[in-house]
């Protein structure tokens, strides 16, 4: 297929919006023809819209998108974009009054890094919409990580480049597990032992985690989030979707240390777009994969 993003799942769409000058925007995981979703919250401090009604026992089975976007908790104006989108084209949850688009939402905080009182709403969650295709997603510091940073135990002055970023893994039968994140962490941003991208204090990275252990600090609450959305066209029930999501936190833990602070807001949803049979622990290990790879890309990838 020659795509290694989020893409390069059939049936899912992705766009960006971004606004460089105010370091801030929002990205968009379209399903036209709907999608199995679950999710799981780990970070204490998240903005988060819809997850309630993705709990396995509630009824709507099918999401019609995934918003992640900048802004913190006024970005899910967003949302309303997206919605907007999908309902002229007749896409969403069907009622007597027409449809009604499903689109769950996460949120980072970036309003420090830029001006804090323009955000992503609901033109620029359009727009993502218009921007979006069965292309290869750009990466970086591009639409819900322009202005993401991480590595913040010292302030924004220790900070670097946060971003988003993507990876996929193909499995036997055909079966695709990809996902998409944006990185707005406290912590330091690990690729095995080493970090490639933190808080540094004289040019060098002080390990957030040994800071933490041997230091008083005074981090920001609430100012801090990784966010994204897994895939895959293997078929599963919105109980192993969350089930999906839960393990690909597998993988954010390997990339960002600390992860899931009451400091971070980190949330994951997972996707189910197709109908393949695959083997549910393969699909979670290659989902904690995925997710690890594309926290690296999106600090790789971010302009420094």
């Known amino acids: 297929m020659g795509i290694s993003g989020i893409t390069s799942v059939p049936g899912i769409l992705a766009g960006h919006y ?8 929002c990205t968009v995981i379209l399903c036209p023809e709907g999608a199995v979703c679950g999710a799981d919250v780990r970070g204490a401090a998240p903005g988060t819209r819809e997850t309630d009604l993705l709990r396995p026992e509630n009824t709507v089975q099918m999401v019609h998108a995934v918003l992640l976007t900048g802004g913190s908790a006024y970005g ?3 949302a309303g974009g997206v919605m907007k989108y999908l309902e002229e084209r007749g896409i969403g949850y069907q009622t007597p009054a027409g449809v009604v688009p499903i689109v769950p939402a996460a949120v980072l905080y970036d309003l420090d890094n830029g001006n804090p009182k323009i955000r992503p709403g609901t033109a620029e969650g359009y727009k993502a919409c218009l921007n979006a295709s069965d292309g290869e997603l750009a990466q970086g510091s591009v639409g819900a990580g322009t202005g993401a940073t991480v590595g913040k135990i010292l302030g924004a002055q220790g900070s ?4 988003i970023g993507c990876a996929s893994v193909e499995l036997p039968g055909g079966v695709f597990v990809a996902a998409v994140m944006a990185v707005n962490a406290l912590g330091d941003i690990c690729d095995g032992e080493s970090i490639i991208a933190g808080a540094k204090r004289d040019g060098q990275f ?4 040994r800071f933490m252990l041997t230091h008083d600090f005074n981090a920001q609450q609430g100012t801090n989030t990784t966010i994204g959305v897994v895939a895959t066209n293997a078929w599963l029930d919105k109980a192993q979707a ?3 999501a839960s393990a690909a936190h597998d993988g954010l833990a390997r990339a960002v240390v600390p992860a899931h602070t009451v400091y971070d807001g980190d949330t994951i949803f997972a996707l189910s777009a197709g109908e393949l049979q695959a ?3 393969a699909l979670q290990a290659a989902a904690a994969h995925v997710t690890r790879l594309a926290v690296i890309n999106a600090v790789k990838e971010a302009k420094k």
């Open 160 to 163: 670097m480049p946060g971003g």
């Open 279 to 281: 083997n549910q622990v």
């Open 242 to 244: 969350a089930r999906l």
């Open 206 to 209: 002080i390990h957030t985690c």
């Open 76 to 78: 899910l104006d967003a």
């Open 18 to 25: 971004t606004d460089k000058d105010n370091k801030t925007g």
